[in-house]
C-alpha cells in the first residue's frame, strides 16, 4: 500500500502547479460540500454562526486563490450582513416549530382514522383488507415518528436561539 500512495504522490509531482493546485482546490471544495451536507439544514443556524463559516470559507478561498469562488462568498457574506438577523432566524424556527406541530397533528388522525378502519375490518373478518392498512398504519407510524424526531431538532435550535 505504501508503493501505491508513493505512485500517486510522485504522479502528483510530475504534474504542472496550476494542476495541482487545481485538484487542491477541488478536493477542498468537495471536502467543503460534503461537511455542508452532513450537518443541519444550514439556514436554520444562527447569524453569526453562518458569518463566521462563510468568513472561514472567504479566507480559504483567498489562501487558494480562487478568484470566482471568492467573489460568490463576498456577495453572500453581504447579502447575510444585509438581512440575516436574530430575530429572523428565531421567527423562521418557530415557524417551522408550529408547522411541524401542525404535520405531527395531521399524521396522529390520520393514524386513528386508519385504526378505525382496522377495527371495521376486522369485525368483518377480512384479513385481505386487514393486511394492507396494517401496512398503511406501519407507514403513517414511521412518518409520524420522522416528524417527532424533526421537531425535536428544532426544537432544540430553537432553545439554543435563546428563544
Known amino acids: 500500500m505504501a508503493l501505491r500512495q508513493s ?12 494542476a495541482r493546485i487545481n485538484i487542491k482546490i477541488r478536493t477542498a471544495s468537495l471536502f467543503t460540500l460534503v461537511m ?3 450537518v443541519p439544514a444550514y439556514a436554520e443556524k444562527s447569524c453569526e454562526v453562518r458569518r463566521t ?8 478561498a483567498e489562501q487558494h486563490q480562487h478568484v470566482q469562488k471568492e467573489a460568490g ?25 408550529v408547522q411541524l406541530d401542525d404535520k405531527i397533528s395531521e399524521k396522529q388522525q390520520s393514524i386513528k382514522e386508519i385504526q378505525q378502519e382496522i377495527d ?3 369485525a368483518k373478518e377480512d384479513t385481505k383488507k386487514i393486511n394492507k392498512l396494517q401496512r398503511k398504519l406501519s407507514h403513517k407510524n414511521d412518518e409520524l415518528l ?15 436561539l435563546g428563544r
Do not use: F, W, Y
Not at 53 to 60: C, F, G, N, V
Not at 146 to 160: D, F, G, I, M
Open 36 to 38: 455542508m451536507a452532513a
Open 7 to 18: 505512485g500517486r504522490i510522485h504522479l502528483m509531482n510530475t504534474l504542472p502547479l496550476s
Open 73 to 97: 462568498l463576498r456577495k453572500a457574506l453581504d447579502e447575510l450582513n444585509a438581512h440575516c438577523t436574530h430575530a429572523g432566524t428565531l421567527a423562521n424556527t418557530r415557524h417551522e416549530l
Open 120 to 122: 371495521l375490518a376486522r
Open 53 to 60: 463559516e462563510m468568513t472561514q470559507a472567504l479566507q480559504l
Open 146 to 160: 420522522e416528524a417527532q424526531q424533526k421537531r425535536a431538532e428544532v426544537n432544540s435550535e430553537l432553545v439554543a
